[in-house]
């Protein structure tokens, strides 16, 4: 019998001994390491993070078990996390601060519309002895001896088109409560006072929440309440005054009078107080402008009153965008396909988004789609938005109407897509929501007009983005002597040279240029030009 046909009645072990010698001594074949392997991105940006650690080591001992650095996520995460800071009201290290993991996350690499940054803090603990002296007898009044964090995040979501932000940050205390926060920030502005050379920022405000949810709060500092305290009726005595005062303190004594708005708001309270007693769950404190949004700039931190007033915040157990939203019976109506056309937009809205309803992006396009073909532009800028990933050609399609009709991050979103379409398709999809027909007489009253033309089908933010139609117009005014149409017939070549679709666009340009000559001499141009 054979070694290899041994081998099939054996062991493993059996087989390796049963080869021949010179068989199991061949090594595999070694790669030589080079200097240039400590170059790679995941070892540099684990030595820029690395470098940051004496730093720190100032402020805090600090250790951790390992790092994971992921260059295409852009995430690195510090593994098995020791903090021990260095606290005046603490002796030595009793301080402690543990974490199974610090997630930091950038933008990814394959999104570079904005700025991303998430941090997040997994399975945290802090010592009892980490708080402040004044602290302690509160905590420990309510049978906490360490604070330990289920999970901890940050996210900040920077738009460069908008110049908007979107802001979150929640915090899972174990056995005790949630607290979650965002703000919806509709632009950021950063003006300078060229006079004083002082940078005078502003928020603009779409919307502001807190929420508060107990897991346990309520029920430890009850035990630490006097006895009637939390009655209803005592309540609504406790909370006006307090509130009051609270109120016309922040007002100053100029302007100790209530608002309008901070009377409703202290109606609010006494209403929740008294709710939540009765049921604790959570509390949401939210702005409720009636229009927005809201610029809030530093002339406004100086008078708190009438920024109460500008925001109109509110108090309550259940979000605004519940009690406001879409109702049951608006979303079994769709289901059914009985939604009056009246409320396809809103509903369509909030269906792709998931906001006000839970989010289901076939039902979404479903209701948007009659309104998107009748060509109203916030339905086709929503669609596109929800099928960029789905369907590109057809996204594509849908956000070249948004956008010539001036929908805000539409153009973005197009210059998005046309980095996944060949520049076969993105043509054929220009083509036909240009519509057939060539040009006629009155297109070419001025060189204005033509300059205005080329632009236009060039940014596709007034006209439909066509590269077809803005070519052909910036070579009839290049011919004409003008130099910005020259330019933006350069500009087109350089967009399919940076593309890699040169080879492509040379035959369309061939075509093009015979057109334009075609006209040009056809239609006596240059005589038409100077009447």
């Known amino acids: 019998m054979s070694v290899l046909r041994k081998c099939l009645h054996s062991t493993a072990l059996t087989c390796a001994l049963a080869l021949p010698l010179h068989a199991q001594d061949t090594p595999a074949p070694e790669i030589p390491v080079t200097l240039w392997d400590a170059f790679s991105v995941e070892n540099l940006l684990g030595m820029i993070v690395q470098s940051f650690m004496p730093t720190l080591r100032v402020l805090a001992d600090v250790r951790y078990a390992q790092i994971d650095v992921d260059p295409v996520r852009n995430r690195i995460a510090l593994v098995g996390v020791d903090i021990r800071p260095y606290l005046p009201y603490v002796d030595g290290d009793a301080c402690a601060i543990t974490a199974d993991a610090i997630v930091l996350s950038g933008q990814p690499i394959d999104r570079q519309q904005g700025y991303a940054l998430a941090l997040s803090l997994e399975g945290a603990s802090v010592d009892f002895d980490c708080l402040p002296n004044e602290a302690r007898p509160v905590v420990g009044m309510l049978g906490v001896e360490n604070i330990r964090l289920d999970r901890a995040t940050v996210n900040v979501n920077y738009d460069f088109a908008s110049g908007g932000a979107m802001i979150h940050f929640g915090a899972d205390l174990d056995n005790l409560a949630s607290l979650s926060g965002s703000a919806d920030l509709d632009y950021i502005s950063y003006r300078m006072d060229f006079e004083t050379e002082e940078?005078?920022?502003?928020?603009?405000?779409?919307?502001?929440?807190?929420?508060?949810?107990?897991?346990?709060?309520y029920a430890a500092g009850a035990r630490m309440a006097p006895p009637g305290m939390l009655d209803p009726a005592a309540l609504e005595q406790i909370i006006p005054g307090a509130l009051r005062d609270m109120f016309g303190e922040m007002n100053g004594i100029e302007a100790r009078e209530l608002s309008t708005e901070q009377q409703a708001f202290i109606t609010q309270a006494v209403q929740v107080a008294q709710a939540f007693v009765v049921n604790p769950t959570q509390i949401v404190l939210e702005t409720g402008a009636a229009q927005t949004p809201v610029r809030l700039g530093e002339g406004d931190l100086e008078d708190p009153k009438a920024m109460f007033s500008k925001l109109a915040p509110r108090i309550g157990t259940t979000p605004a965008a519940i009690t406001a939203g879409?109702?049951?019976?608006?979303?079994?109506?769709?289901?059914?396909?009985?939604?009056?056309?009246s409320r396809n937009l809103e509903v369509g809205r909030a269906l792709l988004s998931g906001i006000g309803a839970p989010r289901n992006t076939t039902l979404g396009l479903r209701l948007l789609d009659p309104l998107a073909k009748e060509g109203n532009p916030v339905a086709t800028s929503l669609m596109a938005e929800a099928m960029q990933e789905m369907n590109p050609p057809v996204a594509y399609r849908l956000a070249l109407h948004a956008a010539s009709k001036g929908q805000p991050q539409s153009l973005s979103l197009l210059n998005g897509l046309e980095d996944g379409l060949t520049l076969a398709q993105m043509l054929e999809v220009q083509d036909d929501m240009l519509g057939g027909g060539g040009p006629v007489a009155s297109d070419f009253a001025s060189i204005g007009d033509i300059r205005r033309a080329a632009r236009g089908h060039l940014l596709g933010t007034t006209r439909i983005r066509s590269y077809r139609a803005a070519y052909y117009w910036a070579s009839v005014g290049a011919a004409a002597g003008d130099v910005a149409s020259a330019t933006i017939r350069d500009e087109i070549d350089t967009i399919m040279r940076l593309r890699g679709a040169s080879t492509a666009w040379s035959e369309?340009?061939?075509?093009?240029?015979?057109?334009?000559?075609?006209?040009?001499?056809?239609?006596?141009?240059?005589?038409a030009l100077q009447e």
């Open 508 to 527: 369309v340009q061939t075509s093009l240029e015979n057109g334009v000559l075609r006209d040009w001499v056809g239609r006596d141009l240059p005589g």
């Open 326 to 341: 879409i109702t049951s019976t608006d979303l079994k109506q769709a289901i059914d396909g009985l939604l009056p056309t």
């Open 199 to 217: 940078v005078m920022p502003a928020a603009h405000v779409n919307h502001v929440q807190l929420t508060l949810e107990d897991r346990g709060l």
